[in-house]
């Protein structure tokens, strides 16, 4: 590091282009100009001084983007100690309110810890999220001192890194091991929408199509269960259009996953760029002009966590206020398909249910 400044411009010098990270550490340009400056001021002795300055984000992300053999070996051990810390909580939730001792988020949480160092994690990923009852419907909660009571939901969004890789996992369940009839309604609608989205996980899909495959089934499982009015939001088709589904699922259905939990890598399809293609914004619901959304491709690793949160309001059924529900699994595009590597814990209602009694 002492001699950088000496050396750069002797390594700088004679080359075309000089690439480095764009407008990601502070003052890197003009140290890049100090190291380019006498470079320079050898031109007219016949040095070449690079003439391109080019961000190497770009390919440093696609070169993250697709993973090798050896990262995804990792990547499936990161998700299996994720998915026994999940155990962990559920099974202890359950028996702490059976031996009537009191339960907070953050006992959960130490759960969580607790198993992650148990099998060598170095941290958790990022934050665990660890909501009781209506704190699930705020979406990026933290673990914090909630009561965690009899008959409340349970939701734990937690993930540990291991050897420099994330893992990405959430669950939700009954604190005290058993659904009610309306937690059974939604979650079962959750749960049947990402379906939907592995279904529409696999190479040659489009980044967003497990997201339309969401969100088409919650639109009519939202009519279905009462939570939205067809005399005042339509259809299905219409929820979809008119976007009144958004009320109760405000996020999208998955990010990239690897060295970060939000991993880099870009969404839009980089082969496609500029290609005549139009489409609505997920989220915003804003035109996207010129950016077709980006081709799966085996080795990709992305999370598949669609959810339901719903806040007391005028005209929602009272039997569902404040329930917030999420389930995220981690997946590999592999060619036919998907693989997910987090269903160590269990997802169906039931045998969360019988892992409880356990
Ligand atoms: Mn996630």
Partial sequence: MTEL?????????????????????????SRVDDWLQPVRARVRFGALCPDQQRDVCGLLDEMRL??????????????????????????????MLRAGQEVREYHLDAELL????????????????????????VLHYRADKGPINDGDLVLIDAGCELDGYASDITRTFPANGRFTGPQRVLYDLVLASQDAAIAATHAGARFVDPHEATVAVLAQGLLD?????????????????????????MHRTGHW?????????????????GQISERKDPLSGENLQYRPSRVLRPGM??????????????????????????IEDDAIVTETGCELITRDVPVKADEIEALMRA
């Avoid at 282009?17 to 407008?23: D, I, K, L, S």
């Avoid at 990547?75 to 099974?91: G, K, L, N, T």
């Fill in 225 to 249: 269960v009462g939570l939205l009015d067809p005399n005042k939001v339509g259809n299905a088709q219409d929820v979809i259009a008119n976007r009144s589904y958004f009320e109760f699922y």
């Fill in 66 to 95: 697709i993973k090798d053999a050896h990262e995804l070996a990792v990547m499936r051990r990161a998700s299996v100690i994720s998915a026994r810390a999940h155990i962990r909580a559920m099974q202890r939730s359950a028996a």
């Fill in 5 to 29: 400044a000496a050396l750069m411009p002797k390594l700088l010098e004679n080359r075309s282009t000089v690439w480095y990270p764009f407008a990601t550490h502070k003052g890197l340009e």
């Fill in 257 to 273: 996953l690897g060295m970060d939990v939000h991993d880099c890598g870009s969404y839009v399809e980089p082969s496609q760029l």
């Fill in 301 to 326: 690793v992305l999370t598949i966590e669609p959810g339901i949160y719903v806040r007391p309001s005028p005209g929602v059924p009272e039997r569902f206020h404040n329930i917030g529900i999420r």
């Fill in 114 to 137: 607790h198993e992650f160092r148990q099998h060598g994690s170095q941290y958790p990923a990022y934050g665990s999220i660890v909501a009781g009852g209506a704190n699930a419907c």
